[in-house]
């Protein structure tokens, strides 16, 4: 049995790695244009999270100390300041809400603040007074003003001694941006659809020409006559097929890896840990292989049933179009999925997981689940494929 399958992974390997053309096209291909779109991508990206220089900032204050506004001065936010007393603040913050808001900033101070934190021991146990700020993070301009301001606030508390604190209380939401709206989001789920793609696109390269191509010349029928068994035959190309669909994998995730950092904004010459985990980076790559044995199954099996390689590609066409629908709808989700039975679903699994990793709200369950259930369908579609193989009518339809 061993050295049938040995015999069959040689002789498709060697096919494989003997056609240079081929083998840039499915390996490295898929890696260097996923490298360079997410590239494309980020630098889009960074166009639209930078504020034009003549961009005149609408911040109202409440209680602002002179003392702060005089730390602003120099500052790019410095023109927009206002003085405001709105009462309990829900008009500004409604405001905040709109996508069509022209409010950046809703900063609240504490009504005796200086003379708070003068007072104010921070061994006392007590808590210390606090700053409100809120944003709208899905605005490039909100999102912009709330980072000089804190970062002014920052280094203005690091010089206190921790004498009060900016936006402590948990249970106030001061992002008022819409979690759909919100760019990390809409990134985060536009990754797992061309990530697919490619994949789809390395694995449909190979698997008609290795089972359908032989079909259509001929020469499956001789192995097939051959004593070997029909079943070791399957195995061995179904084996061979996941080792090079499995390097494009390997080329896709590195290629998403290392554009990650473009797309993130943290691109200064490494990686940015606190961006990505190395556990992240195993996730995201253990779901990308393991999809691509489920892809490459199905490849397989239609390769299997089809003609010639030209049918082939005609009954694989729909089967891609439903995985970039698949693909498409991270798109369409509130963020990734917290019930189990979302992740037993093909393909549909594999982007709810992608979509925690790039957002960090991988479920670990779920992500165990969708490991397991893709490595089950593929040792379904391996069982259905070798039935296929022993079916005549099938292999010998010409």
Same mark, same amino acid.
């Given at each position: 049995?061993? !050295?049938?399958?040995?015999?069959?992974?040689?002789?498709?390997?060697?096919?494989? =790695? !003997?056609?240079?053309?081929?083998?840039?096209?499915?390996?490295?291909?898929?890696?260097?244009?996923?490298?360079?779109?997410?590239?494309?991508?980020?630098?889009?990206?960074?166009?639209?999270?930078?504020?034009?220089?003549?961009?005149?900032?609408?911040?109202?204050?409440?209680?602002?100390?002179?003392? &702060?506004?005089?730390?602003?001065?120099?500052?790019? &936010?410095?023109?927009?300041?206002?003085?405001?007393?709105?009462?309990?603040?829900?008009?500004?913050?409604?405001?905040?809400?709109?996508?069509?808001?022209?409010?950046?900033?809703?900063?609240?101070?504490?009504?005796?603040?200086?003379?708070?934190?003068?007072?104010?021991?921070?061994?006392?146990?007590?808590?210390?007074?606090?700053?409100?700020?809120?944003?709208?993070?899905? !605005?490039?301009? @909100?999102?912009?003003?709330?980072?000089?301001?804190?970062? &002014?606030?920052? @280094?203005?508390?690091?010089?206190?001694?921790?004498?009060?604190?900016?936006?402590?209380?948990? #249970?106030?939401?001061?992002?008022?941006?819409?979690?759909?709206?919100?760019?990390?989001?809409?990134? #985060?789920?536009?990754?797992?659809?061309?990530?697919?793609?490619?994949?789809?696109?390395?694995?449909?390269?190979?698997?008609?020409?290795?089972?359908?191509?032989?079909?259509?010349?001929?020469?499956?029928?001789?192995?097939?006559?051959?004593?070997?068994?029909?079943?070791?035959?399957?195995?061995?190309?179904?084996?061979?097929?996941?080792?090079?669909?499995?390097?494009?994998?390997?080329?896709?995730?590195?290629?998403?890896?290392?554009?990650?950092?473009?797309?993130?904004?943290?691109?200064?010459?490494?990686?940015?840990?606190?961006?990505?985990?190395? @556990?992240?980076?195993?996730?995201?790559?253990?779901?990308?292989?393991?999809?691509?044995?489920?892809?490459?199954?199905?490849?397989?099996?239609?390769?299997?049933?089809?003609?010639?390689?030209?049918?082939?590609?005609?009954?694989?066409?729909?089967?891609?179009?439903?995985?970039?629908?698949?693909?498409?709808?991270?798109? =369409?989700?509130?963020?990734?999925?917290?019930?189990?039975?979302?992740?037993?679903?093909?393909?549909?699994? !594999?982007?709810?997981?992608?979509?925690?990793?790039?957002?960090?709200?991988?479920?670990?369950?779920?992500?165990?689940?969708?490991?397991?259930?893709?490595?089950?369908?593929?040792?379904?579609?391996? =069982?259905?494929?070798?039935?296929? =193989?022993?079916?005549?009518?099938?292999?010998?339809?010409?």
């Amino acid at each position: 049995m061993k !050295s049938t399958i040995i015999t069959i992974l040689k002789k498709e390997l060697k096919r494989f =790695f !003997s056609d240079k053309r081929m083998a840039f096209t499915t390996i490295l291909l898929p890696g260097i244009m996923i490298f360079i779109m997410y590239n494309f991508m980020g630098d889009a990206f960074s166009d639209m999270m930078t504020v034009d220089d003549e961009y005149v900032y609408s911040i109202e204050c409440v209680n602002m100390p002179a003392s &702060i506004r005089t730390l602003l001065e120099n500052t790019s &936010i410095a023109g927009g300041l206002k003085d405001t007393d709105t009462g309990d603040g829900n008009e500004a913050k409604k405001e905040l809400e709109s996508k069509d808001s022209t409010l950046d900033l809703y900063i609240v101070f504490p009504e005796n603040f200086e003379n708070d934190i003068a007072v104010y021991n921070s061994t006392s146990g007590e808590k210390a007074p606090q700053v409100e700020v809120y944003y709208n993070s899905a !605005s490039t301009e @909100s999102q912009t003003a709330y980072k000089i301001f804190i970062e &002014i606030m920052d @280094s203005y508390e690091s010089s206190m001694t921790n004498k009060f604190d900016i936006n402590s209380d948990s #249970s106030v939401q001061y992002d008022l941006a819409n979690e759909k709206d919100s760019a990390a989001t809409i990134f #985060s789920s536009m990754l797992p659809m061309l990530l697919l793609l490619f994949i789809f696109s390395a694995c449909m390269s190979i698997g008609p020409e290795s089972i359908s191509g032989e079909k259509e010349r001929g020469t499956i029928a001789t192995m097939l006559v051959t004593p070997a068994k029909r079943s070791h035959i399957a195995l061995g190309k179904i084996i061979a097929l996941s080792i090079i669909a499995l390097l494009s994998g390997i080329s896709s995730t590195i290629g998403t890896l290392l554009s990650l950092p473009k797309l993130t904004g943290t691109d200064e010459g490494s990686i940015d840990t606190n961006v990505y985990s190395i @556990s992240d980076y195993a996730l995201l790559a253990v779901i990308i292989l393991s999809s691509v044995l489920i892809i490459v199954t199905l490849i397989s099996i239609i390769s299997a049933f089809a003609r010639s390689t030209k049918e082939a590609g005609t009954y694989i066409t729909p089967l891609m179009i439903v995985v970039m629908l698949i693909g498409l709808s991270g798109m =369409f989700s509130n963020g990734t999925k917290t019930e189990l039975y979302n992740y037993i679903i093909p393909m549909y699994n !594999s982007v709810q997981c992608m979509i925690g990793v790039f957002s960090f709200e991988v479920l670990p369950m779920g992500m165990l689940l969708t490991v397991i259930t893709n490595i089950l369908y593929t040792g379904i579609g391996v =069982f259905v494929l070798t039935r296929m =193989f022993n079916d005549e009518r099938i292999m010998f339809n010409k």
